[in-house]
């Protein structure tokens, strides 16, 4: 027996080692783990280098805040929603709505109207698109389309609000070719981190002349005199503003080519039609017009994204809601919250964007979204039939040889009814932003639409009843 | 020997590994042993400014009230979050479960039993009852 003992105890030491070891290892694996959590815990960035004001290149930027510049660049992945978005070259929305066409004649949208790519393309699809290498098109575009106010500083020698004019003011293609004193191109990127982050602090502001005017004007309206966003605005405010920096109706004013945001009497649609129609607000004294309308010689007006405007009238903005809530949601890595500068649509990313809020499934909000904006869209198309069938009457009585002043009523309706329509399609929701508010405008426009197409039919039934009902009334 | 100095020596690393982890903390009731993962700060900081800050702490809406129920809450919540902590395989936005939603809605009635007697009758912890926080939903984290 006595030989064998120590034989025997080997393998049982042998095992206590392996066991001890595997728990030591897993001690060790648990340690490291909730020592990397804690790290995680301790919120740091690296200042690796400069950048200022004039740093337009948002991969400068990147190496200091490489989370926020990593969602960034996402902007360039295809992305598409029922109504929106596209890959390298999105849908005509003629194709989708036929009667945009007609809506157009006679202006450089009915040449090329794609659906809208990422942020990452603003600045290639407006080169290439038609209306721009077919027409003539002002520095003014490049306002929105371009990380742009180091080029302003540039021409203004200093002053961004006189560059601002100047640029616009200049050619497109001339603008888009600026380069500084050095040689080095002035106008190279799209939307980038300066355009809505302090260089020092990186806090939020607002840079866009267009929009610090046009705000300025609105709160001067609602009774606050010289407002500054950058200075007034709360963070939650402008977690909103530096979207609406573009994301808005403007117009390009005078010969100059200013780019004004029509902001003066409101944000409502009729507040915005009310401005272009006051003949005192233009340097000629009479209402504006983006271009004659070549069927019926109505002077109309062309609506471009009212994101921001339409914001404003729905359940989000009235709850507090900022767009970068639903469109920059946060993300967290480790233990930093970051917000995502994948900059897109929330149902693509529903989880972060609505249930923060909504605590339903995916489905059911998929669900609620997509029942809004299938109303809309059928609404919407309801609205172009009619307003195809006002173009088919007013078209067919210029033919037939009706004068301006006969047509003059039905004209002065095509506008409103114009305006109205095109306030709702040119705006990347599909009713979602405001669905009461964008059911009310398209029921306007169907309404204005009709009228005008009855004024149009009773010309044509007033002339074939004049010999039976002689001056009856005036 | 050998032995034991193996088992001494993970003892004693498990031993600093539990203090490290300030594994005490969660034995008390103090709110900021709940906020020791840096997961919990949105709700911590939530809590600091909702309006029941003033009346209840985390565990007095969220762990039963009595004593073997509410330390078999701790043991099992206790795993469930290590777990996933360490893991990371959590879907987020956190959500409360089906069993906390029951303890947390028990524990509305602990204190509010009273003054809504006239309005709640039978079991308001069926699976379609309507839960207190269905309607007061910023009572505990403020309002979103």
């Not at chain 2, 290590?82 to 939603?101: C, H």
Request: charged fraction near 25%.
């Amino acid at each position: 027996m006595e030989p064998n003992a120590p034989r025997r105890r080997w393998p049982a030491l042998v095992g206590v080692a392996i066991v001890a070891a595997l728990a030591a290892a897993g001690v060790t694996a648990l340690l490291v783990n909730i020592i990397q959590r804690k790290t995680e815990a301790k919120q740091q960035f690296v200042k690796l280098v400069e950048v200022d004001e004039n740093t337009v290149d948002p991969k400068v930027w990147g190496t200091n805040w490489p989370r926020e510049y990593d969602s960034y660049l996402k902007t360039a992945e295809t992305s598409r929603t029922n109504f929106g978005g596209g890959d390298a070259s999105p849908e005509q929305k003629a194709d989708r709505f036929p009667w945009l066409t007609r809506i157009f004649a006679g202006y450089a949208f009915s040449l090329d109207y794609r659906d809208r790519r990422g942020h990452a393309y603003m600045l290639l699809d407006q080169e290439k698109t038609r209306r721009v290498t077919e027409r003539p098109q002002p520095g003014a575009c490049l306002h929105c389309h371009a990380s742009i106010i180091p080029a302003y500083r540039y021409v203004g020698k200093g002053d961004v609000m006189k560059g601002f004019e100047e640029v616009c003011a200049m050619k497109y293609q001339e603008a888009r070719a600026l380069k500084d004193a050095s040689g080095k191109p002035l106008v190279d990127h799209p939307v980038s981190c300066v355009d809505c982050h302090d260089s020092k602090t990186l806090e939020l502001r607002v840079t866009r002349p267009g929009f610090i005017v046009g705000i300025k004007a609105l709160k001067a309206h609602q009774g606050v005199a010289d407002y500054d966003p950058n200075r007034d605005a709360t963070r939650q405010e402008m977690r909103s503003y530096v979207c609406g920096q573009c994301h808005v109706e403007y117009y390009f004013r005078g010969d100059r080519k200013t780019v004004t945001y029509p902001w003066k009497n409101g944000l409502k649609v009729e507040e915005i039609e009310a401005y272009y129609d006051e003949g005192s607000n233009f340097a000629d004294g009479k209402p504006f017009k983006d271009w004659v309308h070549a069927e019926s010689g109505a002077p109309v007006l062309k609506a471009q994204h009212p994101e921001f405007e339409t914001w404003s009238q729905g359940i989000h903005a009235r709850s507090g809601v900022a767009c970068a809530d639903c469109h920059m949601p946060y993300v967290r890595e480790g233990a930093l919250k970051v917000s995502d500068h994948w900059i897109r649509s929330p149902l693509l990313n529903v989880n972060r964007a609505c249930q923060g809020c909504h605590p339903y499934s995916d489905a059911e909000i998929q669900g609620r979204v997509a029942q809004i904006q299938d109303r809309s869209y059928q609404l919407l198309q309801r609205a172009g039939g009619a307003l195809t069938e006002m173009l088919d009457a007013l078209k067919a009585a210029k033919a037939a040889g009706a004068t301006d002043a006969q047509l003059a009523q039905a004209r002065g309706l095509q506008r409103k009814a114009q305006w109205r329509l095109d306030f709702v399609a040119a705006e990347n929701s599909m009713g979602f932003h405001a669905p009461q508010e964008t059911a009310r405008i398209l029921g306007e426009a169907i309404d204005y639409g009709r009228q005008a197409q009855l004024s149009v039919e009773k010309l044509r039934l007033g002339e074939a009843a004049k010999p039976a009902e002689p001056a009856q009334k005036k | 020997m050998v032995t034991a100095i193996a088992f001494g020596l993970v003892g004693g690393l498990a031993a600093f590994t539990f203090r490290y982890a300030e594994g005490l903390s969660y034995l008390s009731s103090d709110p900021k042993a709940c906020v020791n993962c840096h997961i919990m700060r949105d709700e911590y900081a939530s809590w600091q400014h909702g309006p029941h800050h003033a009346a209840a702490t985390c565990v007095q809406c969220h762990l039963p009230h009595a004593f073997v129920p509410k330390w078999w809450a701790k043991v099992v919540n206790g795993w469930n979050h290590s777990k996933a902590f360490t893991l990371q395989d959590f879907p987020e936005p956190i959500r409360i479960g089906p069993r906390n939603a029951r303890i947390l809605q028990e524990n509305c009635l602990a204190c509010h039993a009273e003054i809504v007697s006239e309005l709640v009758h039978g079991s308001t912890t069926d699976e379609d009852a309507v839960l207190c926080v269905h309607c007061h939903r910023g009572v505990g984290h403020g309002a979103r």
